[in-house]
């Protein structure tokens, strides 16, 4: 069983830093892409940032120049670095990666999510 666990989340002053991490646990052959998604209250989910097995990134334009999304192979783990947080920044924060168990299977799963609070 793969699991997906999240840390780093917490309460910011505005124009602070958080580092998000997610790590994945179990019988791992490989991860292909991974990504940081997050819902605000009454907003629908959406992609921050995502990163290719080959390290190519991609941000939403409204998180570009402050957020930045890293991986380490070796430690199953994806990182979102975020500067400059702003209280529309506050959301539920979610890593969601294509895990292969082997050639032949592969799953896309999430993690639990970790509340970010952006707030004076």
């Known amino acids: 069983q793969v699991r997906l666990v999240e840390s780093g989340g917490g309460l910011v002053q505005p124009g602070g830093s958080l580092r998000l991490s997610c790590t994945a646990s179990g019988r791992i052959f490989s991860i292909n892409d991974m990504g940081w998604y997050r819902q605000a209250p009454g907003k629908q989910r959406e992609l921050v940032a995502s990163?290719?097995?080959?390290?190519?990134?991609s941000v939403v334009d409204s998180v570009k120049g402050r957020f930045t999304i890293s991986r380490d192979n070796a430690k199953n783990t994806v990182y979102l670095q975020m500067n400059s947080l702003k209280p529309e920044d506050t959301a539920v924060y979610s890593c969601?990666?294509?895990?292969?168990?082997?050639?032949?299977?592969?799953?896309?799963?999430w993690g639990q999510g970790t509340q970010v609070t952006v707030s004076l």
């Open positions: 990163i290719t097995s080959g390290g190519s990134t």
């Open positions: 969601n990666e294509e895990v292969r168990y082997n050639l032949l299977r592969s799953d896309r799963l």
